[in-house]
Nanobody
Framework: VQLQASGGGSVQAGKSLRLSCVAS????????VAWFRQAPGREREFVAA????????YYSDSAKGRFTIARDDAKNTIALQMNDLKPEDTAVYYC??????????????????WGQGTQVTVSS
């Protein structure tokens, strides 16, 4: 599967952004999917994930309550709705996918397919 992320931009703190990731391939509904982010000088970190079946979702502590991950298998898309953005959310955001169940869903080593990244900049 190939992934194409979009929707990043520059916003002020407290505003919202919606990231989208479009996947190619006819078996997208068999993939667990996630969003990660990487800020300058920092390691890539987990943001949110959703299991390939059953709708279970996972969030980092920083994303919980502010971000929502959602998938639309009919459209092969994964969205990340980000509300109440903070300057510390500034990063390049990546979508990722891997077939079926994963161990934790929260480490980048578990995902074999990655999008190209989209920049999110939040100013105070």
């Amino acid at each position: 599967v190939q992934l194409q992320a979009s929707g990043g931009g520059s916003v002020q703190a407290g505003k919202s952004l919606r990231l989208s990731c479009v996947a190619s391939g006819r078996t997208f509904n068999s993939y667990s999917v996630a969003w990660f982010r990487q800020a300058p000088g920092r390691e890539r970190e987990f943001v949110a994930a959703t299991r390939w079946i059953g709708g279970k979702t996972y969030y980092s502590d920083s994303a919980k309550g502010r971000f929502t991950i959602a998938r639309d298998d009919a459209k092969n898309t994964i969205a990340l709705q980000m509300n109440d953005l903070k300057p510390e959310d500034t990063a390049v955001y990546y979508c990722a996918a891997q077939q079926y169940d994963l161990t934790t869903y929260k480490t980048d080593q578990e995902y074999g397919h990655w999008g190209q990244g989209t920049q999110v900049t939040v100013s105070s």
